[in-house]
């Protein structure tokens, strides 16, 4: 009789998220190979889901997972390490029943109807991090943000920034001025038709104004921009279908609907009044996240982004908890130029033909022209669909040259994190958290910014497995 095993299409990084991430407490790291930089002093912070399971039940899509948040601080006395998961009142409670509770993004509340109907979404408080001068904000577009402690990583519970008021999210993707030291940030208030809320903070994160503006239906709004004087939205033409979710028959990302005759809507507000100064439509794309944005010397509004022709990108992070992707989901990096005015599109263009996410600028550029985009992307001749970004890499706008790490087979970075050197004004780092599918174990990595194609100048282990998340942030000090 002759076995007919059905091939796996399963890859290494399948490895980093079949378990719950375990939490490890303040440890000190050891170093694998060369040597902490003299300058480089200051914490990596993560978020990220790290747990896709629970009670036997798989999550509904990746962004349903629980936030733990990754510390990593570089001092005089080497490095240390913290892993925390955050304690928000949905992960307490589902904790002690071991068992899925709630509704999420990708899930819909368990039991029978009653135990549905306008059902409070958990808190997953697992996208991105907000280093401020006395707490850290775990983030999550959903809410409100989660306070922690900056050292211990204790949750101190959900923070108001002095006047979120009710009902009303921070979204996860803040755009800080390194200059001004003014954090500006949005919230999105689902409805018949939606509220999209603007926040201006000061460096301490307190909220001094707000606005708010009707867009029209239930939008996705994950990112904005922050160019010069404007802060722009592009909203993609997806629209949730808000009364399945309200009665708990589909989730949230369920009961998304890819309307591309919508177009994508350009909203451009003012950041000093937070006030509209334009808006269009331009054709439909989707995208997650922003590089960057600036005014260039004719005026006129310069944005790069990651670019998708549709929203299969949704369905593609659904199934990556399951530990294999069947669809593939490109998006490559665009430019477009805005007139400030109209809101209309002067010009667009593709500037990288390669599929990738995750792109950041160094954050005294924020808001300025950068030179350097940064970015995780698919290896050259990497398996696109089935598996998951496999290197980091740096766009040069001057050269449009793109210089790409070599991190070695089934390794696979996180979003690269840029921080600057305390003692040289000329020398930067890029820093990544890498999952040895090989070894099964999790590292971080420090780069020369000017030398990814380079093996890193320090590699650190970490004592567990620290699953692939979403972002970060760069803490000096
Ligand atoms: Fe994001």
Known sequence: MTTITKPTTRKAWANAISQPAKEFPLTPLSIIAGKIPEGLRGTLYRNGPARLERGG??????????????????????????????QTAGYLAESKANKYLYPNYGMTAPGPFWNQWIKPVKNAANTSVLALPDKLLALWEGGKPHALNLETLQTQGLDDLSALGDNLSFSAHPKCDAKTGEIFNFGVTLGKDSTLNIYQSNSTGKIQQKSSSTVSGVPLVHDFVMAGKYLIFFIPPV????????????????????????????????????????????????????????????GEIVIDFFRYQDFQTNQRLKQLPTG??????????????????????????????????????PQENVGEFSRYTFMSLHGK????????????ARFDHKTNNLQEANLGENHYPVEPIYAPDSLNPNQSWVLTVVYDGNNNQSEVWVFDSERLDDEPVCKLGLPSVVPMGFHGTWKAG
């Open 57 to 86: 039940e798989k999550v509904g899509h990746w962004f349903d997972g629980d936030g733990a948040i990754l510390a990593v601080k570089f001092s005089d006395n080497g490095a240390t390490g913290i892993y925390r998961y955050v």
């Open 239 to 298: 629209r949730i279908n808000l009364l399945p979710t309200v009665f708990g028959l589909e989730s949230f990302s369920d009961a998304m609907e890819w309307k591309p005759q919508l177009g994508t809507e350009i909203l451009i507000f003012d950041r000093t009044t937070l006030s509209l100064v334009s808006k269009s439509v331009a054709e439909p794309w989707y995208q997650w996240h922003f590089s960057n944005g600036y005014v260039d010397n004719n």
């Open 324 to 361: 294999e992707i069947q669809l593939p989901a490109k998006s490559t990096l665009w430019q477009v130029r805005l007139d400030p005015q109209t809101a209309k599109v002067k010009s667009s263009e593709e500037l990288l033909d390669r599929d990738g996410e995750f792109p950041i600028v």
């Open 381 to 392: 001749n990497s398996d696109t669909t089935r598996e998951i970004y496999s290197t980091i």
